[in-house]
């Protein structure tokens, strides 16, 4: 079994969005019983919370359901748990190393699966429109056919 960690800032915009758009690829390509998935937020402020309502709209605008998903702040443990703990930015990446020095081997950027993209980081959409969750879908999916890919050649 081959776990996923996806990690943002608040565990309610970007992270459980990728938790839901990788967890239904997986699904099609019926590798639901091999590849475990889940999402964390660096901070704590929205812990037990569901998705923040935009990006729920915007996933289920392209039949993906996130509303179920809940808020948890990412631990240290998580490191020993999970072979891909993936972040959003470049922040969230810095604040992962330093929370697990040694399992640096362990943390991705998620764009890095999306060589292709012209940027590095997934924007954060929380203070802006309702665009900013289309487009963050759009980094997501091409991020995740990669992160597959990776995990395909090197796990399955
Ligand atoms: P996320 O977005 O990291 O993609 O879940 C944010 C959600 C909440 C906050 C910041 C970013 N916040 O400051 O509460």
């Not at 099609?28 to 964390?40: M, Q, Y």
């Not at 812990?47 to 990412?74: F, W, Y």
Request: one cysteine or more; glycine letters at 8%.
């Amino acid at each position: 079994m081959i776990k996923v960690l996806f990690v943002c800032l608040g565990n309610i915009c970007r992270s459980p969005t990728a938790e839901g758009v990788f967890r239904n690829l997986v699904k099609r390509e019926g590798l639901s019983e091999k590849i475990k998935v889940d999402s964390a937020g660096v901070g704590k402020w929205h812990v037990g919370e569901p998705p923040d309502r935009r990006a729920t709209a915007a996933a289920k605008a392209r039949g993906i359901d996130i509303s179920l998903q809940r808020a948890r702040q990412v631990e240290a443990s998580d490191f020993a748990r999970f072979e891909y703990v993936i972040a959003m930015d470049q922040r969230n990446y810095h604040d992962l190393s330093h929370l697990c020095p040694n399992e640096g081997s362990r943390l991705y950027k998620f764009l890095h699966f999306a060589p292709n993209s012209d940027i590095s980081d997934v924007p954060d959409p929380y203070y802006g429109g309702e665009s900013g969750f289309s487009s963050v879908l759009d980094l997501i999916e091409v991020a995740s056919v990669g992160l597959l890919e990776d995990i395909k050649s090197r796990y399955l």
